[in-house]
């Protein structure tokens, strides 16, 4: 594939990034720092650089490309539709929001039989916030420190990790708990000590104040953080207590990415409200959605719903979808990702033996993460919070060059690849990751 200049010349890979960077700003980062990668193209688990360069996608983009890139299923469900009817506005009703909708209620844990479909997952959490405060008549929103909700308002508000700090002048009613955590920081926590933490937050906040508590049911980006046995649980049991909502946050842990459709599926617990964004299209066209028990959607039945942006329910984004679910079940991905779980956990434990570096690994399903170590004994995180290190630069140097692209977050690496890898690509990229721990273990005092 090439990309045309304006006279029909090709542009180079370095033109492409000069001018991405000249005229356009990157997210997260000062733009001198900038270094992005020139994509061409995409297949499966692979992408591809504009100077013919092939990366293992290990990552899965941001975690949402769940379905691999460029299925047929998704691509046609896309076309077809474009060509049909490309917009409709949010007030009026079409087949794919129409199908979806059943789809979706088909595939929800419980009473979940409602949604509202938005453009993206910060949205989505957006309106989750906005919908219990509605149906409470309360204001504060209580979530956990090692959380990311999105970068829109209420989604950053409730955001615990860093990415908060410069963004929250003039928020308020967000509260923030600490939550179950397993790793260098400090000892690991029960289920009862965690449930601990929130009640008496609870109690000191004022729970008639208290309109939800809104969690990740697998933490992300901060450490792929997989809930003790009765967390859950107990989180729901504190909710119906105080009359607080519970949401739980699925934007990347659903469709898939722990091995089943949603990862409170694993726990058999059901939320006031679900949010879900990325995997549910595969991230091929932008959409996401707010999902709804029967309580808290009949509020709506009398009362006006106060939300609605021009791009919502749009009917590609809801065509999208419903090839990618369809691509999901015809290919058995879920089943995949619920058969790799064992395959990532070998993987993981035997780099842990191999490289000293390697202090933890987590997964469930192909939801994966190593948190690296200058030593087993102390813990000490291979980069501090909040930053990076010379090492963590190199290994991130090191990926780059032998072709594996994933995220590397202060000390840890993520291993999160699309849920249509097979056991032999699988193998590829975790051999790309063994050579570049050679780079750590120099690093460990012991």
């Known amino acids: 594939m090439a990309v045309r200049a304006e006279a029909g010349r090709v542009l180079s890979a370095e033109e492409i990034v000069a001018l991405c960077r000249r005229y356009t700003l990157y997210d997260w980062m000062a733009q001198s720092a900038a270094d992005p990668i020139p994509v061409d193209h995409a297949r499966g688990v692979y992408f591809y650089s504009t100077d013919g360069k092939r990366y293992i996608d290990f990552n899965s983009q941001l975690m949402s490309v769940n379905a691999g890139h460029g299925h047929p299923r998704v691509v046609e469900a896309i076309q077809r539709q474009a060509e049909k009817l490309a917009y409709a506005n949010p007030f009026m009703a079409h087949e794919p929001r129409a199908l979806l909708g059943r789809k979706l209620v088909e595939l929800l844990p419980g009473d979940l039989d409602k949604v509202f479909f938005t453009l993206g997952g910060a949205e989505a959490n957006e309106n989750a916030v906005k919908i219990a405060r509605a149906v409470t008549g309360r204001q504060k929103i209580v979530s956990r420190y090692r959380s990311y909700h999105g970068a829109t308002g209420a989604g950053i508000g409730m955001t615990g990790d860093p990415r908060r700090w410069p963004n929250e002048g003039g928020l308020s009613g967000y509260v923030h708990v600490l939550d179950p955590y397993h790793g260098p920081q400090r000892e690991i926590d029960s289920a009862e000590q965690a449930l601990r933490y929130l009640e ?14 809104v969690l990740e049911t697998v933490t992300g980006t901060n450490g792929v953080l997989i809930p003790p046995d009765g967390y859950l649980q107990g989180v729901r049991s504190l909710c119906d207590r105080y009359g607080i909502l519970m949401v739980c946050d699925e934007i990347m842990a659903g469709f898939g990415r722990t091995g089943k459709w949603f990862a409170v599926d694993h726990l058999q617990v059901v939320p006031d409200i679900l949010t879900m964004a990325k995997g549910f299209t595969s991230s091929a066209v932008p959409l996401g959605a707010v999902a709804l028990r029967k309580s808290v959607a009949g509020y709506f039945d009398s009362h006006t719903f106060w939300g609605g942006l021009t791009y919502n329910s749009h009917p590609l984004g809801c065509a999208a979808a419903l090839g990618t679910i369809q691509a999901y079940e015809e290919d058995d991905m879920i089943g995949n990702a619920r058969r790799l779980d064992q395959v990532m956990r070998r993987h993981h434990q035997e780099l842990q033996r191999k490289h000293p570096c390697v202090g933890l690994t987590r997964n ?65 990229g975790f051999a790309i990751i063994d050579g570049a721990l050679a780079i750590g273990d120099q690093a460990v005092s012991e």
């Open 200 to 213: 008496e937050t609870i109690q000191l906040e004022g729970p008639s104040t208290i309109a939800a508590f």
């Open 364 to 428: 469930i399903g192909l939801f994966g993460i190593l948190e690296l170590v200058r030593s087993r004994s102390t813990m000490e995180p291979l980069a501090p919070f909040n930053g990076t290190s010379p090492e963590m630069k190199a290994i991130g140097a090191y990926l780059r060059e032998h072709g594996l692209y994933t995220f590397l977050r202060w000390h840890t690496i993520m291993t999160n690849p699309p849920l249509c890898i097979t056991e032999s690509e699988l193998a590829e």
